[in-house]
C-alpha cells in the first residue's frame, strides 16, 4: 500500500500521494506512449496536408496553362483574322485597279 500523506486542516480534501519507482515508470511510460501518438497523428495531418496542396498547386497550374493556351490560339486566330483581311483588303485593291485600268482602256480606244 502507498502512504498517504494528508494536508494541513483547512486545506482541500486532496492527498499527496508518494509514488513508487515502478509507478513513476508506469506513468512516464504512459506520457511517453500519450506523446508519440499524439506526434504520429500530427505527422500523419501533415502528410495528408502536403497532398492537398501538392493536389491544389497542380490543379492551379493546369488552370494556368489552360487560359495561356487559350490566349495563344486566341491570338493565333487574331493573326489569323488579320491575314485574312489583308488577303481582302489586297483583292479589293486589286479589283479596283482593274476596274480602273479597264474604264481607262475603254476611254482611251474610244
Not at 512516464?28 to 497532398?51: G, P, S, Y
Not at 485574312?84 to 475603254?106: F, G, H, M, P, Y
Amino acid at each position: 500500500m502507498l502512504p498517504f500523506m494528508p494536508r494541513p486542516k483547512g486545506s482541500s480534501v486532496t492527498f499527496n500521494v508518494m509514488l513508487s519507482d515502478v509507478d513513476m515508470l508506469k506513468q512516464t511510460r504512459q506520457v511517453m506512449d500519450f506523446l508519440e501518438q499524439e506526434a504520429n497523428e500530427k505527422a500523419e495531418e501533415t502528410d495528408e496536408n502536403h497532398h492537398l496542396v501538392g493536389t491544389q498547386r497542380l490543379r492551379i497550374m493546369g488552370h494556368y496553362e489552360k487560359e495561356e493556351e487559350e490566349t495563344v490560339l486566341g491570338e493565333s486566330s487574331n493573326v489569323q483574322f488579320d491575314e485574312l483581311s489583308k488577303t481582302q483588303a489586297l483583292r479589293a485593291r486589286d479589283d479596283l485597279i482593274s476596274d480602273v485600268l479597264n474604264e481607262a482602256n475603254r476611254e482611251f480606244t474610244r
